[in-house]
């Protein structure tokens, strides 16, 4: 046929492939949402553009974009793709509709996620998607819905895997269960459910939980002798924690030298626990041999490793040591990153030397690294020692601030807002008192009823009145004490 007759006879699909072409994305649909930045705003906008755009994409394609945000924990712009692509006609497996649940849990909620699951079909009901509300409700620590959806899924006959029997290890071992643990580690070997990694190092610490020291070599033991998991150092890791919380430095050290064993790929999260659970042993010199290895198995050493260092050496009180790690890391840092600075500003501030941690704050501040809440929490403790109160409730301030500026919300903690209410009690201080409440009322709505109670008291005692205190007390649906609530009477006469 000549070239001539075969354009006239399939030119009209040579278009029509090229018209179909440009319905699809000319680029891959993760880079296409995660430019920018890959900040949850940019996300957002960016999947909001495709999605007016109508282009098309190719499932395997949205399933690769769908496990990049997950991991990038992009949740809500992952359930809106996810929906997205349901609503034009994208076939669900049952794997998917796991995922779509466990994205559900993330960006709406268990009762969300509970909802679409009971709306599945029964034949999508099987073990992957039974998985993910049962990963939720023990995450949330939600026993009695965990326990009873797992008595569900053995009832059903379910192909349950150590997923599933981990989830329930997990929930008792974080609901301060561990006595329930080896049960469950029984039931699986009479299920002759294999045990991972993961069952093994949650087993070692409900041994030590109850203080089975001898338990906890008993599983190591067993998990040498089982030929299909593999020793990884985060084992030896956990061992030697457990050595070390149990004062047998000696035994822990020993977990730490098979840990390096261990670390044959040079992870770089291994080299950081060896530094610090070295530093929990005393063994500075460990932990600088093992600081050198971690800088010859990396070209660049990285900003959390440096974080890491200096806060070993802060806690092993060398504080010479910890400058000179600073400066080095000044060095050759590309930026300053300010949690290495507070890691310092935390050193100078524990060795009493605040003059040399507020000139690190400033020569911080003129670096581009500006002060977070953090810097401003450790300030704070500072001057609560040294009873300074109004540099204290300045720098909640400050901390308050710094939080709303990156986005987050910080908050000082119950017993800094006990001791400082604390202290205008005793000083009868009316306005010290108004104006950090007024500051705490930046970072909530709510003042909290120990806050007005405390309020209420320092009125009586200064023997003030204020009728705004019942009106903040009612609309906070605050319930005083008896003796609250007779001071507010008195308090509330004008």
Not at 162 to 187: A, D, F, R, W
Not at 287 to 312: C, D, E, G, H, P
Not at 395 to 407: H, L
Not at 456 to 483: F, H, W
Request: some cysteine; overall charge positive.
């Amino acid at each position: 046929m000549s070239s001539s007759l075969f354009i006239q006879r399939f030119g009209k699909t040579k278009s029509l492939t090229k018209r179909s072409t440009k319905k699809y994305l000319e680029e891959a649909l993760y880079r296409r949402l995660l430019k920018d930045g890959g900040s949850d705003v940019n996300v957002k906008q960016n999947l909001n553009q495709f999605i007016k755009s109508r282009k098309k994409a190719y499932k395997w394609e949205v399933d690769h974009t769908l496990k990049i945000l997950r991991n990038r924990k992009h949740y809500a712009p992952a359930l809106k793709l996810s929906e997205t692509m349901a609503e034009r006609g994208m076939n669900k497996t049952v794997s998917d509709q796991a995922v779509h649940i466990d994205l559900i849990a993330k960006a709406r909620g268990i009762n969300a996620a509970e909802a679409y699951f009971v709306d599945l079909p029964e034949q999508s009901k099987t073990h992957f998607t039974y998985g993910p509300l049962l990963n939720h409700y023990c995450k949330e620590l939600m026993t009695d819905k965990a326990e009873s959806m797992f008595e569900k899924m053995k009832e059903l006959n379910l192909n349950l895997t150590s997923v599933h029997y981990n989830c329930m290890l997990t929930l008792y071992e974080k609901s301060g269960q561990p006595e329930k643990i080896p049960e469950i580690i029984m039931e699986m070997k009479s299920a002759e459910v294999k045990l991972d990694t993961l069952t093994y190092n949650i087993w070692m610490r409900a041994c030590s939980a109850m203080n089975d020291i001898s338990g906890v070599e008993r599983v190591i033991n067993e998990l040498k002798r089982d030929d299909e998991v593999p020793e990884d150092w985060t084992t030896y890791s956990n061992l030697a924690s457990i050595y070390i919380d149990s004062g047998l430095t000696n035994k822990a050290e020993n977990a730490l030298k098979d840990l390096e064993k261990k670390n044959s790929h040079k992870d770089l999260s291994a080299f950081q626990h060896l530094i610090t659970l070295y530093g929990k042993t005393g063994n500075l010199v460990e932990v600088y041999r093992v600081w050198r290895s971690l800088k010859l198995a990396f070209k660049k050493t990285a900003n959390i490793s440096y974080l890491n260092m200096i806060q070993v050496l802060v806690k092993l009180n060398d504080l010479p040591g910890a400058e000179k790690c600073f400066r080095e890391w000044v060095s050759v840092c590309s930026s300053y990153d300010i949690r290495i600075v507070n890691a310092l500003i935390g050193g100078y501030i524990k060795a009493n030397l605040f003059e040399k941690a507020n000139e690190l704050k400033e020569l911080s501040r003129k670096n581009g690294a500006k002060p977070n809440a953090k810097t401003w929490e450790i300030f704070l403790n500072y001057y609560l020692e040294k009873g300074d109160v109004k540099s204290a409730v300045n720098c909640i301030d400050n901390a308050i601030s710094a939080g709303k500026g990156k986005g987050e919300k910080w908050v000082p903690g119950t017993a800094v807002v006990k001791k400082l209410m604390a202290l205008f009690v005793g000083g009868n201080d009316v306005n010290g008192a108004e104006e950090f409440v007024e500051i705490l009322y930046k970072a909530d709505d709510n003042a909290g009823g120990e806050v007005l109670e405390s309020l209420i008291r320092i009125y009586a005692a200064a023997g003030k009145t204020s009728p705004m205190l019942r009106r903040r007390v009612k609309m906070e649906n605050i319930e005083l004490s008896d003796e609250g609530k007779a001071l507010l009477e008195t308090i509330s006469v004008v």
